[in-house]
C-alpha cells in the first residue's frame, strides 16, 4: 500500500469512527518486520480499515455488550480460552475490536484460525493481512514469547449445527493451551460469548455446495429463496461476551507438568467449567 493510499485510508477512518478512536488504534505498538509489515504479515493500515468495520458492526450491528473486560492484564502474554460460538468467527471478530475500544489498556489480539480457513482464496491473504496466525505450535508460541494476547477456542471440533443448538452446552476443552500456559507462563482468562444462537437459526446445511467451496457447512435458512447465499449472513442479534479472571496454573505447576496428560486434562476442564459459569 503506497503512502497515498495509507493517508486515503487514515482519512476514511477518521470520518467513519472519529479522530479519537483512530489515534487509539495509531497508539497500539506495531512491529514492523520491514516493508511495511509486522512479523505476521498485517499491514498497519489494512488493519485499521478492518478495524473500522468491525466497530461499526460493534456498535450499530451487534450492539455488543462485554463485562469482565477489567480482567485483562495490560502487557505481556496472555491466552484468552473461549468457547465456539457458531460457525462463523463474528465473535472472535467482536472480541478484537473490544479489546481496543473497551480496553483500559487497548491491545491488539491475535486470533488462531485453522490452516484450512487460511487457505481460501483471498480469505487466507485477508487475515494475514489483519495479523491472525494459523494455530500452528510454532506461531502459537511465537505470538506468545513476544508478549502478545492469543484468543484459542479450545473445544473439540464438533458439527457446527449442533454448536448452535447446544447453546450454554460447551464441549469438552482439549489441553494444548494448557501446554503453552505451562512452557510460557502465560496466564488464561476464560472468555464467554454468548446470543450466538439467535444470529444463525437455520434449517440444516447444504452440504454438497459447503464441500465444493470448501466450507464447514452451508446454512439451510427460512429466507433462502429470498436473499439466496446471503442468508448465510448473521441476524443484528445483540452479543455478549464475559471475561473471568485469570487462572495462573504456571504459579503452581512446572513446565514438566506438561508430560502428565490427566493433569493437564484436569487443568482445561477447570478453564471449561469458568466458562460455562460465564455463559450461564
Known amino acids: 500500500m503506497d503512502p497515498a493510499t495509507r493517508k486515503r485510508v487514515g482519512n476514511w477512518a477518521k470520518m467513519v469512527i472519529g479522530a479519537e478512536e483512530v489515534g487509539k488504534f495509531y497508539s497500539l505498538p506495531f512491529n514492523d518486520a520491514g516493508f511495511g509489515y509486522d512479523t505476521y504479515g498485517a499491514q498497519r493500515e489494512i488493519v485499521l480499515a478492518a478495524y473500522v468495520v468491525g466497530l461499526t458492526l460493534y456498535r450499530n450491528y451487534f450492539r455488543v455488550e462485554s463485562g469482565g473486560i477489567g480482567n485483562i492484564p495490560s502487557n505481556g502474554p496472555l491466552i484468552l480460552a473461549a ?6 468467527p463474528f465473535s472472535a471478530f467482536m472480541a478484537f475490536v473490544d479489546m481496543i475500544t473497551k480496553n483500559p489498556s487497548p491491545r491488539v489480539l491475535r486470533i488462531a484460525t485453522r ?16 495479523g491472525q496466525v494459523v494455530d500452528t505450535p510454532r506461531n502459537l ?24 443448538l447446544k447453546k450454554k452446552r460447551v ?13 510460557l507462563r502465560a496466564p488464561i482468562v476464560p472468555v464467554g460469548f454468548y ?10 446445511s447444504a452440504k454438497s455446495i459447503a464441500s465444493k467451496l470448501k466450507l464447514s457447512l452451508l446454512p439451510i435458512k427460512l429466507n433462502l429463496s429470498l436473499l439466496g447465499l446471503l442468508s448465510a449472513l448473521p441476524l443484528p442479534a445483540k452479543f455478549h461476551i464475559r471475561y473471568g479472571m485469570p487462572i495462573n496454573f504456571f504459579e503452581e505447576y512446572p513446565p514438566e507438568t ?8 484436569q487443568m482445561s476442564e477447570v478453564v471449561q467449567e469458568r466458562v460455562e459459569e460465564l455463559i450461564s
Open 141 to 164: 508460541e511465537l505470538v506468545l514469547k513476544r508478549g502478545e494476547a492469543l484468543l484459542m477456542h479450545p473445544e473439540k471440533r464438533s458439527n457446527p449445527i449442533k454448536s448452535l
Open 115 to 130: 490452516a484450512s480457513i487460511k487457505g481460501l482464496p483471498y480469505v487466507g491473504l485477508m487475515l494475514q493481512r489483519i
Open 171 to 183: 464441549s469438552t476443552f482439549l489441553t494444548p493451551f494448557i501446554e503453552l500456559c505451562l512452557r
Open 258 to 265: 506438561t508430560e502428565h496428560p490427566n493433569l493437564l486434562r
Open 83 to 88: 468457547n465456539r460460538a457458531g460457525p462463523a
Open 195 to 204: 446470543s450466538s444462537e439467535q444470529h444463525l437459526p437455520f434449517l440444516g
